[in-house]
Each structure stands twice: as C-alpha cells, then as structure tokens.
C-alpha cells in the first residue's frame, strides 16, 4: 500500500541521547516535512525538503537535523534529546508546489525522560 | 510567522445539524487551502482543499474560500457522532525554497446522539 512510514511508532529515551526517526515514502513525492504536534500549540513545522538533496528549516528547527539523500527518506535526528522535545512527531510528503496537499505518516510518540 | 488562527472549541452539535468550522488566515498572497481531519491519536486526514474563491463541495463537506476577508470554512451537513474529530485548517505558504503547510491550532468538534 503506497503510503508514508514512519519508525519507530513510540519510543521512550533518556536526555542526553541521540535518537534518528526515519520517514519513507513510495509516493515519489518530492517535498517532504517534519512536524512536531504539541496539545494547545499544534502542528509545528521543524524542517522541509522541497526536493532531494535539499532541506530547509521551519517554525522550530533547534535541536533537530534531517538529511534529504534520496527521494523516498527524510530522517529526523535529535542529536542530544532534551525534555521539551517530548510530542509526537509527523512526516508528511506532497507532490510540491503552491497548490498541493500533505500527507501525513501515522507519527512517531516520543518521550524524552 | 504567518498566522493561521482557529477556535478550539469544543464545538457541540447534535445529530443530522450542520457543523461549521472557521479560520482565518495573515497572508493575503496564500493561495492554497485545506482542511484535515485528525481523530484523537490518530494523524491528520486531509478532507478538503480550496483554491478559489467561493464554495466546493463534497459529499456531507463544503469548504468556502473568501481571500478578500482571509477567511475559509468547512461546513459539515447532517452530522455524525463518526464525525466527531478535531479539524485542522492548513494554508500553503511560501517558504525560503518550495511551500509548507501551515496549520491552525485545530477545532475540536463533539457530535452527539
């Protein structure tokens, strides 16, 4: 089934860690995103990729780093996992362009202790 | 950062009224909008997008766009306790390369029996 995937579904980490949350997707779509959702903040844009071998940042891109080497994976990596990036991440992909819609994986809950 | 504003709700509706969800966006030059629908653990179903100005329906959904007011709604006919979920209004904006979807904080909708 075509789709986005997203690993692990849940994980529990202590500070200090390193963690990498992987994105695949088989739609051949060429933008892909990193959202973080917060309860009473919302979906959050951490950083985007409008085309293989290219990433910007968003809203809240401290602490985290993606990589973009091929079309189908979007890694996001916490290079030293603090409290406050407890939420539940979403990788979302769309064709690109101004009038395209998202696509969103089934999320990541992470919880740093 | 660009605003995309929505009331949390709750909003409560009985059975079989119409639902109606409001947002209003910052950018006057957006030009893209949706609307997703995300049951409670679950991630962001994209229901609805609308690029012109005026109505587009769908089944029980009619979004309506009116860029001159910033101000695009979804309404729900003849509700059901299934549609009960929070709804999210997205607008594509314009980033330093491609376009990411900028999300409200979402309205909690209740359906009741």
Known sequence: IAGIT??????????????????????????????????????????????????????????????????????????????????????????GGASTEAFFGQGTRLTVV | QKEVEQN??????????????????????????????QYSGKSPELIMSIYSNGDKEDGRFTAQLNKASQYVSLLIRDSQPSDSATYLCAVNTPMHSGYALNFGKGTSLLVTP
């Open chain 1, 6 to 95: 997203q690993a692990p579904t849940s994980q529990i980490l202590a500070a200090g860690r390193r963690m990498t949350l992987r994105c695949t997707q088989d739609m051949r779509h060429n933008a892909m995103y990193w959202y973080r959702q917060d309860l009473g903040l919302g979906l959050r844009l951490i950083h985007y990729s409008n085309t293989a071998g290219t990433t910007g940042k968003g809203e809240v891109p401290d602490g985290y780093s993606v990589s973009r080497a091929n079309t189908d994976d979007f890694p996001l990596t916490l290079a030293s996992a603090v409290p406050s990036q407890t939420s539940v991440y979403f990788c979302a992909s769309s064709p």
């Open chain 2, 8 to 37: 949390s709700g709750p909003l409560s509706v009985p059975e079989g009224a119409i639902a109606s969800l409001n947002c209003t966006y910052s950018d006057r030059g957006s030009q893209s909008f949706f609307w997703y629908r």
